[in-house]
């Protein structure tokens, strides 16, 4: 089984953990968008403690990558993934996270 595939499917049972329905093809999608870095431990999460790194998921993410228009939209749907995925879960995947915007702000269409 290659790493890739392994990485999805922790998602795939991470989510089923938090009983998050998920489209398998889009997870997948998101996925691979991340590149290499679902690879490195630091760097495959997302800490909702950290400030800086919420503000680059808005910038970099919603705002370049899926073409959102800053606004407070956009922070209440990063503090709702948050809590959506658990202040104790300290799996807070980063394709996860993303499949969970990408879902919230109806972007599918771009992982197509």
Same mark, same amino acid.
């Given at each position: 089984?290659?790493?890739?595939?392994? @990485?999805?499917?922790?998602?795939?049972?991470?989510?089923? +953990? $938090? =009983?998050? &329905?998920? *489209? !398998?093809? #889009?997870?997948? /999608?998101?996925?691979?968008?991340?590149?290499?870095?679902?690879?490195?431990?630091?760097?495959?999460?997302?800490?909702?403690?950290?400030?800086?790194?919420? @503000?680059?998921?808005?910038?970099?993410?919603?705002?370049? +990558? $899926? =073409?959102? &228009?800053? *606004? !407070?939209? #956009?922070?209440? /749907?990063?503090?709702?993934?948050?809590?959506?995925?658990?202040?104790?879960?300290?799996?807070?995947?980063?394709?996860?996270?993303?499949?969970?915007?990408?879902?919230?702000?109806?972007?599918?269409?771009?992982?197509?």
């Amino acid at each position: 089984m290659s790493k890739f595939v392994e @990485a999805v499917d922790t998602y795939k049972s991470e989510m089923d +953990k $938090l =009983g998050i &329905k998920y *489209d !398998a093809t #889009l997870l997948t /999608a998101v996925t691979k968008g991340l590149g290499p870095s679902i690879y490195r431990a630091d760097a495959s999460k997302v800490s909702c403690s950290d400030n800086d790194e919420l @503000a680059r998921v808005k910038t970099n993410f919603l705002i370049k +990558k $899926l =073409g959102l &228009k800053d *606004d !407070a939209k #956009l922070d209440a /749907a990063i503090k709702e993934v948050c809590e959506q995925l658990g202040s104790a879960n300290r799996n807070k995947y980063r394709a996860m996270f993303y499949y969970l915007l990408v879902k919230k702000f109806g972007k599918e269409g771009m992982y197509k």
